[in-house]
């Protein structure tokens, strides 16, 4: 068990809808990233937060977005859903920010299915 | 461009040998991290193992060991006496500088199937 939680581990839905995915970081931990994986695009960084602020960014559509609340869980908000967006969603944790050695921690992930 | 390589796709090794998986990557920084992540069939993805740019030994972890060649941006890792439950898909990553904070990016993986 890593200790991130993710929530809901599944998610069925339909084009044209939005969803909330939920995640809670290890104890101690302030960054929070987002990734998401598909079979033809791989393991994708979406954005990532530290300690409530947005820190880096990536291959994050305009339809997503995602923030970092003060008691340090975050939610990524996915919406106007495509059947492209069906993914796997993890998000991971990390003590802090500014280095390379920085090891992450990675949820369950979030099978979203768009149908 | 790919910032990390892996050009295997799959892979198959016989139990009790070694294995290594392939990994490459690109970078401009100085400093840096490589990291290697195991993703079984379950789905979680689980930390393996680290080697900074800076270290000039290669880094171990048990049977997981990480052949650095920094002048040739490889990072390869080496599986010893391969186990049933090493069955699973390897993800090479890296960690710099990017605009805009530290980045951690994959590469698209390697499939292992190990046999009995």
């Known amino acids: 068990d890593s200790g991130v939680t993710q929530t809901p581990k599944h998610l069925i839905t339909a084009t044209g809808q939005r969803v909330t995915l939920r995640c809670s970081p290890r104890?101690?931990?302030?960054?929070v990233y987002w990734y998401q994986q598909s079979l033809d695009q791989g393991l994708q960084f979406l954005i990532q937060?530290?300690?409530?602020?947005?820190?880096a960014k990536g291959n994050i559509l305009e339809r997503f977005s995602a923030q970092q609340f003060p008691d340090l869980h975050s939610e990524l908000n996915l919406s106007s859903l495509e059947l492209g967006d069906s993914a796997l969603y993890f998000c991971?944790?990390?003590?802090?920010?500014?280095?390379?050695?920085?090891?992450?921690?990675f949820g369950s992930g979030t099978q979203l299915s768009v149908l | 461009a790919q910032k990390i390589t892996q050009t295997q796709p799959g892979m198959f090794v016989q139990e009790k040998e070694a294995v290594t998986l392939d990994c490459t990557y690109d970078?401009?920084?100085?400093?840096?991290?490589l990291f290697w992540y195991k993703q079984p069939s379950s789905g979680e993805m689980i930390f393996l193992i680290y080697?900074?740019?800076?270290?000039?030994q290669n880094a171990t972890e048990g049977r997981y060991s990480l052949n650095f060649q920094k002048a040739r941006k490889s990072a390869n890792l080496v599986i010893s006496a391969s186990q049933l439950g090493d069955s699973a898909m390897y993800f090479c990553?890296?960690?710099?500088?990017?605009?805009?904070?530290?980045?951690?990016?994959f590469g698209a993986g390697t499939r292992l199937f190990v046999k009995a």
């Open positions: 991971a944790s990390s003590e802090g920010d500014s280095a390379t050695n920085e090891k992450l921690f």
């Open positions: 104890s101690g931990d302030l960054s």
């Open positions: 937060y530290y300690n409530g602020e947005e820190r």
């Open positions: 970078t401009s920084d100085q400093s840096y991290g």
């Open positions: 080697q900074g740019s800076y270290d000039e």
């Open positions: 990553a890296m960690r710099e500088l990017d605009t805009g904070g530290f980045k951690t990016i």
